[in-house]
């Protein structure tokens, strides 16, 4: 299938398998999720909600949709993936887009995670004034999804190399190699490509909810497949976070993981096995 391709969201957006309809489609909910979820818009409704001087707060429906998968999120990965990093990520240096980062700067004050103050009752946001939310750890990967469900026949979408596919198709994995995806998704988390400098040392995009700074782990990337892209992107940021823990906790819940750091490549088991079922078909 013949890839089109269009950027959106900061990252490049590639799809196979879609008519020039299904495509236009597919534009429209990545510029609409983008000017809904932006950090970087003074207008996104993000961006409005978090300056909203009061404690509750009328969302739009897709917002109050992707919050709660938010915080879903948050309680699966027992607070690792969480919605209320906003604040740690500004602290951390990361305020603007990334390509116009100063070089360095002071870092700002520490701020922990507080996913435990956040409830939605229908599209009533409640949380304490001055949080700020940051609903990345989901958005993307959603997004893939959702657009995937716009093509009829089988095809795939890649945002920045989170995956969503139905019908088969080559994924290229962090630092050499592929792997072939059979339908639903697969994501990677990692440090290696955003990074930047604040007070004389390295940062990253990664926060350690219970630090509120880019977390110190081994991995530079670690890459998960699961049913959905959104699955995949949670579940690969909380295996991150989790450093060496990472590979068995994956296993724990049944998903195939794999870590690199440098030239290493860690495999948990499940990963092993599902390309080994591969090899043996």
């Not at 700020?132 to 190399?161: E, F």
């Not at 976070?241 to 490549?265: K, N, S, Y």
Request: a positive charge; hydrophobic letters at 45%.
């Amino acid at each position: 299938m013949s890839p089109d391709a269009f950027r959106s969201m900061g990252v490049e957006v590639v799809v196979g398998g879609a008519t020039a309809a299904e495509l236009g489609r597919m534009r429209r909910l990545f510029d609409e999720w983008d000017r809904i979820f932006s950090r970087f818009r003074p207008t996104s409704e993000l961006s409005l909600v978090n300056a909203v001087p009061r404690d509750t707060v009328l969302v739009s429906p897709l917002f109050a949709h992707v919050v709660r998968v938010a915080l879903d999120a948050a309680r699966s990965t027992a607070g690792l993936v969480d919605p209320t990093l906003g604040g740690a990520i500004e602290a951390a240096g990361y305020d603007r887009d990334f390509a116009a980062l100063p070089d360095d700067g002071v870092l700002g004050r520490r701020q922990r995670g507080r996913p435990d103050v956040v409830s939605l009752a229908g599209r009533i946001l409640s949380r304490p004034v001055g949080l700020r939310l940051d609903l990345n750890g989901v958005v993307k990967g959603m997004a893939v999804d959702r657009a995937l469900t716009l093509i009829a026949r089988d095809a795939y979408v890649s945002a920045g190399g989170d995956v969503a596919a139905r019908g088969g198709v080559i994924v290229a994995l962090p630092g050499n190699g592929s792997v072939r995806l059979e339908a639903g998704g697969i994501a990677t988390s990692g440090s290696s490509r955003r990074r930047w400098t604040r007070g004389g040392a390295e940062q990253h995009h990664l926060i350690d909810p219970s630090t509120g700074r880019p977390a110190r782990v081994p991995w530079d990337e670690v890459t998960v497949a699961a049913g959905t892209c959104a699955a995949a992107d949670v579940a690969a940021k909380a295996a991150f976070l989790l450093g060496w823990d990472g590979p068995a906790w994956l296993d724990e819940r049944g998903l195939p993981g794999r870590f690199r750091t440098g030239g290493t490549v860690v495999l948990n088991d499940g990963w092993r096995a599902s390309t080994e079922r591969r090899v043996a078909a």
